[in-house]
């Protein structure tokens, strides 16, 4: 009888210790993840889009990307304030999705929500919302990835979609304004 008391508490802590383990588990992995990707993405700088080149097997630093679009991303930092992001206007569809710093997806607009492209000031939730700012979308978190996709299924496309690019902005509110002066 002892032996069977003293086997079930062992079970009963194996099973907490089991339960608790799989909740860090699933709290970590997916802030462990978005902390790689936002390290590699902005090794040419924070608050800024990146054209990804076009996607084959031998080119995938996001998790099966789909080779008929072309990728835009910018890792954003709001620690010194909010930014400025928007996406021109594409020909076919696009979108622009914002992802958490624990990879949550928590904002998208398309072509069937704005078709002449879309701009929205990014703020740290909590944080006030700048005067004059059409559309505030409230980040969970300081850092997060920003993701623009434009359906481009052929290189010629893709080369097109690469020079709208240029006309995307992922940059802070206080540069913006500095350059309106």
Known sequence: RRLMEHLR???WGVLICAVLVHFAIIYAVPNVLMNVAISRLSEM???RWQVAPRVTEQS???VRPSPDFAYSACTYDLSRGPLVISAAP???YWSLSLYAGNSDN???IDDREAHSGAEITLVQ???PHPEGASMVVESPSARGIALIRRLAPTPEEYSA?????PEDVCASLASLSATDS
């Open 125 to 127: 939730r909590g944080r």
């Open 60 to 62: 995938r630093q996001i």
């Open 106 to 108: 928590f904002f998208v």
């Open 9 to 11: 508490k062992y079970v």
């Open 45 to 47: 700088g924070l608050n």
């Open 161 to 165: 979609a690469a020079q709208q690019a």
């Open 90 to 92: 594409w020909r076919e």
